[in-house]
């Protein structure tokens, strides 16, 4: 097993940050910072749940993962449901448009030792509305509370939910379905700013938030552009959300959890090409300890290696070299280079382009 302590000169930037960390109990779960990272599809892994937990996050959530998968006892699905047992505050995500799947799939679920499920409700992609799940369970609330219930009762463990403000601009439903949630022993809920017909297009409602919060009674959890840790420092600061969900910004900056805890004014990072390089070897380290086949370990290592470059110099051709390089041990040795070679040079992102506009968070 890879030990989780950094190089002395990487820990002495982080461990002040990491002092400055706001505990927060949802349900029965004393989770570590306010700041929890998003479920994301294809990238919330057992390696990268760790590193953001050695950076700070104070919770994770899996990627989301078919019920039906799982009783079908499909392999891949049930590889997706494993927690590495470093991992400290970690949620399984389910999805599922039947209520007895979705309840029997729970149960497999918990045996793998999460401290809460999700129900994810805020998918907008069309294969997995198309069936039912995701941002469809927000169409038909008259049967939300016996879906609930059937969850719920179930497990022994808190059970969560992650919606959107609705379903599209003619029906923002959120507060209907928090008060059903309520009802029916959900623990929390969170949720992204969008209707699910913006799918990751436009600006994250969080005035809509603030107010499904001033209205609720359960603990509501915000999520939506935290792409910069300026962005979130005002969250942290002025929003009257329990907490916050960090998606596609740490995918660019895996610093965020707790660059954001301080006021930055210059916006200038404290973390160089060598730090993320030292970011990136740990997750290495933690896929090799995950995943047998090397083709597997290059397809998870590759796009963070490229996701992380986001901004630095001479960016764009790195990537196009990454995606050139055919072995793991070739990549590594590109990124190594690349990132070594950046000295004290800062990113410059353009926040206006779109990323990560296909379903990941």
Request: a neutral charge; glycine letters at 8%; proline letters at 3%.
């Amino acid at each position: 097993m890879s030990t989780r302590q950094f190089s002395s000169a990487l820990q002495a930037k982080i461990d002040p940050l990491m002092d400055k960390r706001q505990k927060i109990k949802l349900g029965n779960i004393d989770f570590d910072s306010k700041l929890l990272l998003a479920p994301m599809a294809g990238i919330c892994t057992p390696p990268f749940r760790l590193l953001m937990e050695d950076l700070g996050a104070g919770g994770t959530v899996s990627e989301l993962i078919s019920c039906h998968g799982i009783n079908y006892e499909n392999s891949k699905t049930m590889k997706m449901l494993e927690i590495d047992e470093r991992e400290k505050n970690v949620g399984i995500q389910l999805f599922g448009e039947d209520k007895e799947a979705m309840a029997k799939a729970a149960i497999v679920a918990q045996k793998f030792g999460p401290k809460f499920l999700d129900i994810n409700m805020g998918c907008p992609v069309r294969k997995v509305v198309s069936k039912g799940g995701g941002s469809a369970l927000m169409k038909d609330i008259t049967v939300l509370g016996d879906f609930f219930k059937t969850v719920r009762d179930a497990i022994d463990i808190p059970l969560s939910i992650k919606i959107r403000t609705g379903w599209d601009a003619d029906d923002m439903n959120a507060l209907q379905i928090e008060n059903i949630a309520k009802e029916a022993g959900i623990e929390w809920v969170a949720i992204h700013g969008r209707t699910r017909a913006q799918q990751y297009t436009g600006l994250a409602n969080w005035d809509f938030i603030e107010d499904l919060k001033s209205k609720s009674s359960l603990p509501i959890i915000g999520n939506g552009d935290l792409h910069q840790p300026h962005q979130v420092y005002s969250k942290l600061s002025g929003s009257t959300c329990d907490a916050f969900m960090i998606a596609r910004g740490c995918l660019r900056n895996p610093f965020i959890f707790i660059e954001s805890l301080e006021q930055n004014e210059t916006k200038k990072s404290k973390f160089y090409g060598k730090d993320y390089f030292e970011v990136i070897e740990r997750l290495f380290n933690y896929t090799n300890d995950t995943y047998d086949q090397e083709r597997i370990r290059l397809i998870q290592l590759r796009k963070l290696i490229v996701w992380f470059a986001a901004g630095f110099n001479g960016a764009a051709a790195f990537r196009s070299r990454m995606f050139q390089a055919k072995t793991l041990e070739d990549t590594m040795k590109g990124a190594q280079e690349y990132y070594l070679g950046l000295g004290e040079s800062q990113k410059n992102i353009n926040f206006d382009e779109v990323f990560m506009s296909s379903g990941h968070g």
